[in-house]
């Protein structure tokens, strides 16, 4: 359904650009106001260095005899319904004509490309409209070093105007465009990790072949953990320094960082904080023991509608991505306990499957959460057979406490209680750079604090990435007594027991795994990425249902 009055009145140019080479692009740049930075976009701003800078004076319609440029010209027109700052104007013998500057080379015959040719009509059409005489529109390419003029005829205006109709009627929809289907612009666009253009096509079943593996690398920067009491975080020169009694312990480069996490007590510099904070960084703070107590951002997201229609799943409770949720946490259980189960457990893993059945037919969430208990009753009553015989002995008592938290009463205990703080870590700052709410979950109650959409989402993660680390750190013997401590009656790590944790939870978070819907292999710490884009497709309506990822 069309609302007119919540669009603006004025769109800029530069988005009819995005819309004529993808309606979804121009969607949710503008509309969601949803941005990524790439190459291309890092040449473009090059390109644009000279030409941003406003220099010289766009003379009057009436000074027919001015000969001139001027640069970084800003216009708007209320009839075109439009806004536009072109590049230069150049004035000669009477009439203006406006020169856009593009990074790349024309199409193949030496034309300009449709989008360039959209965005340069529409500040032609500006310009007529503000009572210049314009004859002509130039895109420079600057990878070529060459002019393309287009004419501006009557036809061509009109084909402004009707472009600036149709980017407005795609505006006020309440969900984006559909993604393109198979195009080669997907691959090098800016935005193909946010839209997920073959992903959401495969769910939608719009395309016959396989997801092409267009999702972005994984990205240069790390999470930054400082563990070490009494360090300090500040910044200098663009680079966090991390100092203990004035020595230096780290020295990163901004860039670098995906999120800082603190533990226990450390302390920040406020100027260290603003410019994380300024660059969508996170920063999350933790208890000494691990728990995860509160995390600060900068300016939250701007995607207004998917935190709206977040709030409606919470409210109608959701139903039916916890269903998919814990389907999938049951599955993964299963899988683990089967690949790595040391004794006969046959009979368990068939209990298991059965339990995701009837967790993906459940129709109510007591029932929900009854199978989900149930299966988890099995599962760890069954876990320590995952553990080789010559390692039990750390972790025997298990089989007496079962799993337990706060505090945790045996060293498995504490190691599972640790690893999930990390994951819940990761998904909600995941959440916040998608644009989710972490607290507003569709299982988990946000009650006593608690990221409930992070708890949620963390469930089908649990025994793939946790739990497996887990396993891993305990059977290879990375982990031993001397890396834990036992006070007031529970166990907690040592200093260098959480720094051995967190180096073998960032290796599984770099590990790479095929996704059982889309064919690809990418990382784990891209899976969360992806996964939450999915749960927020399917909040917004873009799709019908939540594919968990279920490994086999």
Not at 483 to 490: L, S
Request: aromatic share 8%.
């Amino acid at each position: 359904m069309n609302d007119f009055a919540e669009v603006p009145a004025l769109i800029p140019a530069r988005m009819l650009n995005e819309y004529v080479y993808c309606p979804r692009l121009f969607y949710l740049e503008w509309v969601d106001d949803r941005w990524a930075s790439n190459e291309d976009t890092a040449q473009g701003v090059l390109a644009h260095r000279r030409v941003d800078v406003p220099a010289g004076e766009l003379p009057s319609p009436e000074d027919a005899a001015f000969l001139g440029r001027a640069t970084s010209v800003r216009l708007s027109s209320d009839a075109l319904g439009v806004v536009a700052v072109i590049d230069r104007v150049e004035s000669v013998d009477g009439h203006v004509t406006p020169v856009d500057i593009k990074k790349g080379a024309p199409a193949s015959d030496g034309s300009p490309w449709p989008a360039d040719r959209a965005q340069l009509l529409t500040q032609a059409a500006l310009l007529v409209d503000a009572g210049f005489q314009v004859e002509e529109c130039v895109a420079y390419y600057a990878e070529t070093r060459r002019r393309v003029g287009i004419p501006v005829t009557d036809e061509a205006l009109r084909e402004a105007r009707e472009l600036v109709s149709s980017a407005r009627h795609a505006a006020a929809e309440a969900i984006p465009p559909r993604p393109l289907i198979d195009s080669p612009k997907c691959p090098r666009c800016s935005l193909v990790g946010l839209c997920l253009p073959d992903e959401t096509n495969a769910l939608l079943a719009r395309a016959e072949t396989p997801p092409r593996r267009i999702v972005p690398r994984d990205p240069d920067f790390r999470p930054l953990y400082v563990t070490e009491q009494g360090a300090y975080v500040g910044i200098k020169g663009g680079r966090l320094r991390v100092t203990k009694d004035g020595e230096q312990l780290a020295d990163l480069r901004l860039i670098d960082v995906s999120q800082l996490a603190l533990f226990g007590n450390v302390q920040t510099s406020a100027q260290a904080l603003g410019e994380l904070w300024s660059r969508g960084i996170p920063v999350l703070w933790f208890s000494y023991g691990g728990w995860l107590r509160g995390w600060a951002t900068g300016e939250p997201s701007k995607y207004v509608e998917l935190r709206r229609r977040q709030v409606a799943v919470h409210a109608q409770g959701g139903h039916e991505i916890a269903r998919e949720l814990i389907f999938g946490k049951i599955r993964n259980c299963r899988t683990i306990l089967r690949r790595n189960a040391r004794r006969d457990m046959h009979s368990v893993i068939d209990q298991l499957g059965r339990l995701a059945d009837r967790a993906r037919r459940a129709t109510r969430a007591d029932e929900l959460l009854g199978i989900e208990g149930t299966a988890a009753r099995f599962y760890f009553d069954s876990f320590t057979s995952m553990i080789s015989e010559d390692k039990y002995a750390l972790i025997r008592e298990f089989d007496l406490n079962g799993r337990a938290r706060r505090p945790p009463p045996d060293v498995l205990n504490c190691l599972l209680g640790f690893s999930y703080s990390l994951l819940i870590k990761d998904l909600v700052a995941t959440c916040l750079g998608v644009g989710l709410d972490p607290f507003l979950g569709v299982m988990h109650r946000p009650r006593f604090g608690r990221p409930a959409l992070a708890l949620d989402l963390a469930e089908e993660f649990r025994p793939l990435i946790a739990e497996s680390l887990v396993l891993n750190l305990i059977n290879n013997g990375e982990m031993q007594e001397q890396h834990f401590q036992r006070r007031n009656g529970g166990v907690a790590l040592t200093a260098e027991g959480r720094r051995k944790v967190i180096r073998g939870y960032e290796r599984r978070m770099e590990a790479t795994v095929t996704h059982p819907v889309f064919g690809y292999k990418i990382s784990y710490r891209r899976v969360l990425d992806v996964q939450a884009r999915i749960v927020a497709a399917v909040m917004i309506g873009e799709i019908e249902k939540y594919a968990p990822m279920v490994t086999r």
